[in-house]
């Protein structure tokens, strides 16, 4: 059974950085599309980032563009995303999930299949 495990969240100043990791277990790793998924209290879970299973990395939304920075790590079955300058606008929990095999990281949350419980990410102002 897929599992999806991330870590990493806090609460951070604004202009701070965070690192979230989402270690996988249970399946192939490698040949999949991962994504970051992110749900503000009272709105609709955005997309936020992803990389596809060959390491392609899908346009990052206006929000985060130039902040954040999605890697994944086949040999550790791992996927980070590097948050820098953060804003408290950026205050959430934060989702890894995996898309459908051999497929792109698409920002559509309905082409991933397997979530991960969620870690929380407090930037204070």
């Known amino acids: 059974q897929v599992q999806l495990v991330e870590s990493g969240g806090g609460l951070v100043q604004a202009g701070g950085s965070l690192r979230l990791s989402c270690a996988a277990s249970?399946?192939?790793?490698?040949?999949?599309?991962m994504g970051w998924f992110r749900q503000a209290p009272g709105k609709e879970r955005e997309f936020v980032a992803g990389?596809?299973?060959?390491?392609?990395?899908?346009p990052y939304p206006d929000s985060v563009k130039a902040r954040f920075t999605i890697s994944r790590d086949n040999a550790r079955n791992t996927v980070n995303l590097q948050m820098n300058s953060l804003k408290p606008e950026d205050t959430a929990v934060y989702y890894c999930?995996?898309?459908?095999?051999?497929?792109?990281?698409?920002?559509?949350?309905?082409?991933?299949?397997?979530w991960g419980q969620g870690t929380q990410v407090t930037v204070s102002s």
């Open positions: 999930a995996r898309g459908t095999r051999l497929g792109s990281a698409k920002t559509d949350l309905l082409a991933y299949h397997y």
């Open positions: 249970g399946g192939t790793f490698s040949g999949y599309p």
């Open positions: 990389i596809g299973w060959g390491g392609g990395i899908t």
